[in-house]
């Protein structure tokens, strides 16, 4: 079972790195640089999103961090039926794996908005009617929130995965 274990935590560990990384990268760099640099910006957006396999690169280290994680916490946890549960690290952990949930959750919305918003770009065609001016602002204000709540949980995940063994 140690082996088991550990293969998992270093997949847990690499995954997270790699789906958080990936994540606060791009809210905190790549798409405000995309939103300030117009047509150019939505290229790039339309490439990275459409052409690149980057949305498959974040969704499927979400889901392996999050499939680890819970395996993890489960045996951890005797499958969710110990103490263990309710001391200061399996506090720390739990709320460490809820905001990481939380996080993956918020990451399929805006890969659901971010294929939307292509959708409707490849829809507009010179200046947009007063509908597809509408729905693109819907879409982008659904993405600045989704992209804000994403943001928030990863780092509060982070900050309590990295620090739960101390909480005991």
Known sequence: M?????ILRFVHIIA?????????????FIAPTMGAT????KQFAGH???KTRFTTF??????????????????????????????????????GATA?????????MLGNTNRGLAALGAQIQG????????ALQALVKRQAMAAQGNTICMLISIMFM???????
Do not use: C
């Not at 997270?16 to 990936?22: D, E, K, N, Q, R």
């Not at 392996?64 to 720390?92: C, E, H, R």
């Not at 990481?100 to 399929?108: E, L, N, S, Y």
């Open 2 to 6: 140690t082996l088991v274990f550990s």
């Open 16 to 28: 997270g790195i790699l789906w958080a990384g990936g994540a606060l990268v791009l809210n905190f």
């Open 38 to 41: 117009g047509d150019a910006g």
């Open 48 to 50: 990275l999103m459409g």
């Open 58 to 95: 974040m969704m499927v280290t979400g889901l392996t961090t999050v499939v680890a994680g819970a395996i993890l916490y489960g045996i951890d946890s005797s499958w969710f039926q110990s103490g263990w549960m309710k001391t200061g690290t399996g506090i720390g952990f739990g709320i």
């Open 100 to 108: 990481g949930i939380v996080a993956f959750i918020f990451g399929v």
């Open 127 to 134: 200046k947009p009617s007063a509908e597809q001016m509408s």
């Open 162 to 168: 990295a620090s739960a063994r101390f909480f005991g």
